[in-house]
C-alpha cells in the first residue's frame, strides 16, 4: 500500500526559507522517483523538484533553481525539500509525489504530474511580502 505523508508547511516572510518533508513507505527495495510538485490557486499543477533513488542528479525547474534543494539522505525513501529565498510566487499547496523508476531511471525524467501515481495529501506554503 503506497502513502505518502508531507509535513513541514507553513508561512514565512519573503526571504525566508522552510523545509518540507516527505514520508513515502510502500516503494521500499523499489527504484523509486520522489518528486516535489506545486499548485497555486488557478493554476496547473507543477513540478518543482524530483528526485531518483539512483542517485543521479534531480530535477528542478527553472523557477526555483539555485534556491531549493531536493535531497534523500537515508535508505528509507524519505525526502526533503530546502526551500530558501522563498518568494512571494512560491505560495501553493505543495504535494509529494512517488512512482516507480522504471529502468535506468528513465521514468524519473518524465516530470508531468500525470505521471506519478501515488501522491500526499499536501501541505501550504504561504509567502508573505
Known amino acids: 500500500q503506497d502513502e505518502l505523508v508531507e509535513s513541514g508547511g507553513g508561512s514565512v516572510q519573503a526571504g525566508g526559507s522552510l523545509r518540507l518533508s516527505c514520508a513515502a513507505s510502500?516503494?521500499?527495495?523499489?527504484?523509486?522517483?520522489i518528486g516535489w510538485f506545486r499548485q497555486a490557486p488557478g493554476k496547473e499543477r507543477e513540478a518543482v523538484a524530483i528526485s531518483n533513488s539512483n542517485g543521479d542528479t534531480p530535477y528542478y525547474s527553472d523557477s526555483v533553481q539555485g534556491r531549493f534543494t531536493v535531497s534523500r539522505p537515508f535508505a528509507n525513501n524519505t525526502v526533503y525539500l530546502d526551500m530558501n529565498n522563498l518568494q512571494t510566487e512560491d505560495t501553493a499547496m505543495y504535494y509529494c509525489?512517488?512512482?516507480?523508476?522504471?529502468?535506468?531511471?528513465?521514468?524519473?525524467?518524465?516530470?508531468?504530474?500525470?505521471?506519478?501515481?501515488?501522491w500526499g495529501q499536501g501541505t501550504q506554503v504561504t509567502v508573505a511580502s
Open positions: 510502500g516503494y521500499t527495495g523499489i527504484k523509486n522517483c
Open positions: 509525489a512517488a512512482k516507480g523508476a522504471g529502468p535506468y531511471g528513465l521514468y524519473c525524467s518524465l516530470v508531468e504530474a500525470q505521471s506519478f501515481g501515488s
